[in-house]
């Protein structure tokens, strides 16, 4: 690549608080190419690309442009006016409305005459940009109604255009940033989008952040590996080709690999007898006839890619969604397709998500959040009046043992790190001792140092006699924390293994 | 990791610091009110201004705190004026049929109609704004066929003495109704109830996960805002002495005002019933002190409408607001 990049931003600094989310990271993206970004969750990716697109402002770094050093773009808006515009992994797009509607929104004053909104002529200049872009589907076809990877173009194209609005130029210099695009799509699907993308480098440059290590060796030019805010690897796919097993090694570092140890005997387990059982359960566009058995004081993992149905899976043992077919038993007692969580956590069954904001009340102490769940050990005997201080020494009991960076056990939520957030659902948790506990992505999005201490938190309450069910997209959190790993694909369980094939089974 | 001297000093300053805030500026705007009725007004703070005062506020403060719960978990609930009126008329209509016992029928009814309110808003996914607000135009359709429009006289002094008895130179509806706030208060503040109220308000999904059965807290709440509503029904009838359909008419505003005027955020999960108090007395002090200076009820208006947006301009705390936005 001789030639000029379009995007180079050098040595950047980002920090929340005390922790640094970035350091010393830079990003240059050339004319026609595709860039993968790596790492694990919590290693910078999103934070990087939300400096990119100015919805962070870093603490330090150099932004240049045609040589000359530029300011950070200060909101999206200014972003697009560089040329740089992000496709979010979700939300993006707005399902009532029709093709031509959502690729101009937004961007609508362009087009208003002197009746209002000259809907003829967006229809035209939609329809030339479907064209342009491949799309194949109707201008007036409603989103909802399309794939998710016909969704999922629109919104590339739409981030095209509206940098070419912003910057009022037909062919302008674009760089798009894809966070996970692929993630809700089946294989059919994801490759599909992947071979359009490629075919869309002579209209636009893209960064492309993923998890899917095939994805970055068939389809990019270049990567760039960050682990832990720091970027620890760069290859140029045409010169050097890179092998899957050195990505992951770079993405996980060896460093803290295999850590712990408290696997047990695989017949200690099956004689410890079932916690949970599922026959044939189905969920019609999520999975099909998935069975299991779960032992007692076992942490059975679903392991899959984002489209596998292992995360609908888990929110149905939890009860935030329902099954359509077969049957689900908590010690070999029949459950309800329509109890709620309250019902299951009732019978044994805790749901504990990374998603604080799905966890944790911001504005309440950390005192309220434990106790919260928990309100029955803290109540007077007779007429079940709240005891202020057996909630303090409850709090501060957590505080202590998790280690929880806090002034005090009143402290608000919302002030501590995303690690100590984390923590204090780790610690409700831990107080209320479930027979089951449900984890989904209980490390996402969180530092080195509180991982480490939340899987301790984890692996201790296991060796408690509960059982766990783990969904997550970090191989090395599998190989931590489960004794069993169930592989999905495609809505389908194909076999279980044990966590000391999973390394195996990725590589193959 | 806790000094515990600490924790317990700075906590206790923490404490009194949040309850100072949050009522610095209703406590600030009720001083401000007094003052200036008094200067216009000398008789506002006589003895008879005084009893005025307290009768207008009294029954306002019960249909209030049953509200408050409704805010406090983040619904609205604008039924609540048309049940006291339902539950005043069913008192006046039928006392001579059935004496004091009119009274725990009244309550039923009213209990019974914010059941369905929760019905309508936990298990059918009817918005709180459209239930209610239905609820409140039948209520009222029903209330106009009983009554027939016409104003109807209560007699009976077993009744009437409820509210008006004299203790220590201040009428019991005001004890009665200072007695339902204490309750109240203690159940948001005290009880498991009052926390999971405030739990759904603060963060619904978060709620649902903690084990809270969202929906039967939700229908209790209406219940019991359709129950307090209906007690107030039956104070204010008894102090009254007679009504029509057209009592009550246009206070839904200043009672949302009031329990924003105290601190209850609309958005849900703050605030809570001991709040509420200072946000009747500046609603309902205002609106008496008007009318004693003879007042019309046009300006009544304009003056209540605008005092229910400067408080809650007021009580909000912004930086809060900006967060969430930025997050």
Known sequence: MANEPILDVRNVYKSFGKVYALEDTSLRVYPHEIVGVVGENGAGKTTLMKTLVGVHSPDKGEWYHNGIRVPFPKDPKDAARKGISIVYQERGVVPSLQVYQFLFLGNEEKYIGKFGLQIPKMKNAAKEILDEFHIKCNIEDFMFDLPLSTQKMIEIAKAVLNIRLEQNKENADSVIILDEPTAPLNIEERNELLDEIV????????VFVTHIMQEVIEYMDRVIVLRDGRQVAEYDMATNKVTEKELVRMIVGKDVEEQYQSSRPKNYIEQSGNALSAINLSKN?????????????????????????????IKTIAGIKGYDDGCLMIQGKKTKNRELPHTRLRKGIGYFSGETVNELFYDWPITKNISILNIE??????????????????????????????????????SLSGGNKQKVTVGKWLERKPDILLLED??????????????????????????????????????????????????????????????????? | ???????????????SERIFTSTRIPLLVVVVVICIFQMVNPTFLSYQGIVTLVYAMSYFLIVACGLTFVVMMGSFDFSGISIMKLSALICVLYIENFGLWVIPIALLVCAAIGFIN??????????????????????????LLTSKGFLHLMNDEGFRSISTTFIAGIPSVFYWSIAIWLLCTGLAVLTPFGRRTYAIGANSRAAALSGINIDRQRILVFTLSGTLAGAAGVFYMSQLGGGSVEIGGQMMIPLFASVVAGGTSLRGGSGGPQNTLLGVIIIT??????????????????????IAIAMSIATTDRNKLMRSIVK
Request: aromatic letters at 6%.
């Open chain 2, 285 to 306: 002090w205002i609106q008496s002190g008007l009318r004693m200076l003879g007042t019309g009820l046009d300006t009544q208006m304009v003056v209540l409408g605008i």
């Open chain 1, 285 to 313: 566009g999520s999975y099909y006839d998935v069975s299991f058995n779960l032992y007692k004081a076992e942490c059975l993992g679903f392991w899959g890619s984002a489209g596998s149905g292992k995360s609908e899976l």
């Open chain 2, 118 to 143: 929760g019905i309508l808003v936990a298990k059918l996914s009817v918005p709180s704004f459209m239930a209610t607000l239905g609820i409140s135009i039948v209520v009222d359709g029903i209330a």
């Open chain 1, 377 to 414: 050990k803290i109540v007077t005997r007779f007429i079940h009046l709240l005891k202020f201080k057996a909630e303090k020494a409850m709090a501060a009991g957590i505080v202590e043992q998790l280690r929880i960076r806090t002034p005090n056990t009143v402290t608000a939520i919302s």
């Open chain 1, 199 to 206: 075919r869309l480098k002579k209209h636009s440059s893209f």
């Open chain 1, 442 to 508: 209980p490390t996402i999005g969180i530092d080195v140092g509180a991982r480490d201490d939340i899987y301790k938190t984890i692996l201790d309450m296991k060796s408690q006699g509960i059982s766990m069910i783990l969904v997550s997209d970090d191989p090395k959190e599998y190989s931590t924390l489960c004794d069993r790993i169930v592989l999905m694909q495609q809505g389908k369980a194909e076999r279980t293994i044990l966590k000391e094939q999973l390394n195996e089974v990725i590589q193959a």
């Open chain 2, 1 to 15: 990791m806790i000094n515990n001297n600490n924790t317990k000093g700075s906590m206790n300053k923490m404490f």
